[in-house]
Structure formats: C-alpha cells, structure tokens
C-alpha cells in the first residue's frame, strides 16, 4: 500500500524557516517523481514544487522561486521541502504528492505568524 | 499559467440525479486533466485521470470527458457519499494548476 507521510509542519514567524519531510513506503520510491501542493480556504489548492525521480530537474511555482527548495534523498525513501523567508501567505496545508498525483499524504499545516 | 475555470462553485442534486461538473482551461491542456474528490479534513482523492481514466477503486458511476481547452466530470446516479468538494487539475504544463473547486451538496 502506498503511503505518503508528511512531517515537520508548525508554527513560525515571517522570515524564519522551516524543512518539511515526506517519507514515502509501499513503492519504488526512486521511480516517481514527487511533488508538494498547499491548501487554504481562500486560494484553494496551489502546486508548490515538483522534483525528478533521480533530483537532477526541480520545478517551483513563481511565489515560492529562490525561497524554497526541493530535494529527495532516494536511500530514505524521503523526500524534502525547505522553506525559506516564510510569509504569512505561505500559510497553507501542505501535502506530499507522488506523480501523477494520484497518491497523497494526510498534510501538514504550516502556520507563518509573529 | 494555464487557468483553469471551473463551475459551477456550488450544486445541489438529489440522489439519483445526474451530475456534471465543468473546467475550462485558458489553453491547450492535451487531455491531462485530473479530476479529484475532498472531503473536509482528508486530502484530494483521485477520481479520472488523463480525462476519461477512471482510478482504481472508484465507481463507475464516475467518468470523464473532454478535450482540448474543455472537460467534463459526469456523476451519473448521484450517491449520498458523493458530497464533498471537487477540483480539476491540469498537468500539461508548468506551473500545474488547479480548478477552484465546486461544492457538491446533497439535497
């Protein structure tokens, strides 16, 4: 059974940073590439980030670009989202995704406040 | 980006009714095109993949069509389990978006 496991979420001030972490089982992790999507009530569901299968070709959406980062680590079975300069519009639940989103974790909230 | 224009927001049905649910892409999205199912408090649950795919697991009362810039999501006889809130979700090209959803309520 596949299953996506998110963790890592909470509550931080703007500017700070926070690393989220995804720990995949119940497939080849290394044959997917993965992906993160967040969730708020006002701007609905919004693709974050999307990473290879191997991590060599990251893609980010343009408000998270320079900010954010994408990684996998294959021999863990993980993979990772850094967060950097957080703004209170990166409030979301953010969820873990395996390509072609047909898998999803149970999400993490991630709240960006002083 | 490629907009993704969903409707409509809000719908009432009775059981048994049929059910469609719209998305209009601003362009070209050569059929990848997910349609997925929420309830509150759980993540999206895949319903049709690529259009007219329909996941494992899920009924068949489900499907989907479409092509092009336009794409449908059928019910065909709605189920009290189907309330919930559904999204379209383009993965032709990048950044990947999504439909602002529609509220399925059941009368």
């Known amino acids: 059974e596949v299953q996506l496991v998110e963790s890592g979420g909470g509550l931080v001030q703007p500017g700070r940073s926070l690393k989220l972490s995804c720990a995949a089982s119940?497939?080849?992790?290394?044959?997917?590439?993965m992906a993160w999507v967040r969730q708020t009530p006002t701007k609905g569901l919004e693709w974050v980030a999307s990473?290879?299968?191997?991590?060599?070709?990251?893609y980010y959406r343009d408000s998270v670009k320079g900010r954010f980062t994408i990684s996998r680590d294959n021999a863990k079975n993980t993979q990772y989202l850094q967060m950097d300069s957080l703004r209170s519009e990166d409030t979301a639940t953010y969820y873990c995704?395996?390509?072609?989103?047909?898998?999803w974790g149970q999400g993490t909230l991630v709240t960006v406040s002083s | 980006d490629i907009q993704m224009t969903q409707s409509p927001s809000l719908l009432s049905a009775s059981v048994g009714d049929r059910v469609t649910i719209n998305c209009k892409a601003s362009?070209?999205?050569?059929?990848?095109l997910n349609w997925y199912q929420q309830k509150l408090g759980e993540a999206p649950k895949l319903l049709i993949y690529?259009?007219?795919n329909l996941q494992t697991g899920i009924p068949s009362r489900f499907s989907g069509s479409g092509s092009g810039t336009d794409y449908t999501l059928t019910i065909s006889s709605l189920q009290p389990e189907d309330f919930g809130t559904y999204f379209c979700?383009?993965?032709?090209?990048?950044?990947?978006?999504f439909g602002s959803g529609t509220k399925l309520e059941i009368k």
């Open positions: 995704a395996r390509h072609q989103f047909a898998y």
């Open positions: 119940g497939f080849t992790f290394s044959n997917y590439g």
């Open positions: 990473i290879s299968t191997g991590g060599g070709n990251t």
């Open positions: 362009q070209n999205i050569n059929k990848y």
């Open positions: 690529n259009t007219n």
């Open positions: 979700f383009q993965h032709n090209s990048w950044p990947l978006t």
